[in-house]
């Protein structure tokens, strides 16, 4: 870069400014990518709590069900009749310009559609701990898209940061020494040719 850059005052103040703006960019880059992990180890951490509860809650609902299906028979009609649900809607919140889903829905206590005096207290176990999974699993999913998300912003701010250190930056560095040596070896020599004139000229008044 250095070479092709021909050295003037203008381009030493050109080339001082852009490596400031290089300089800021990088500690603007360094500060996004720090944010964006802390958020994301965050939300990893989330994700694993999330997770374990619903390993937990789908092996109780199992047990129940499977208790139900031995004493009632198998549920399959009664479970047609749970509703879907219609309530989910998906919004997104900004994280240092990176756009990660969170999911609305109505949380609802859960509602039997089944006649009480036909089932038993299994299938009733059964049932609560399903749609509280069915609430846990959306979190599950928004949390994990959104480690996605900052995943693959971090990496893309990485890459960015590096080019500004490695590349960038010393690019610049280089063109402004280049440009400063050269405009210190012209002040040299201007500096040594107006000496040699000087004298010239009180050799020439000594004659």
Sequence with gaps: MANQVFPTKGNLLATKK??????????????????LIREMMLLI??????RDEIDETYKTAYKALQLANMTLGICGDLASSVPVEQSIQITYRSVMGVEIPHILYEKRDPSLYYSLGNTNSQLDIATICFNRCKYLTMTLAEVEN???RLAIAIKKTQRRANALQNIII???EETEAFITNALEEKEREEFSR??????TKQKNAGQ
């Design 194 to 199: 107006l000496k040699v004139i000087r004298h």
């Design 170 to 172: 010393p690019g610049f």
């Design 45 to 50: 951490d989330q994700a694993k709590a999330v």
């Design 18 to 35: 852009s490596l400031s703006l290089a300089n800021l960019g990088y500690d603007l880059m360094d500060r996004k990518r720090n944010i």
């Design 146 to 148: 959104s480690v996605y």
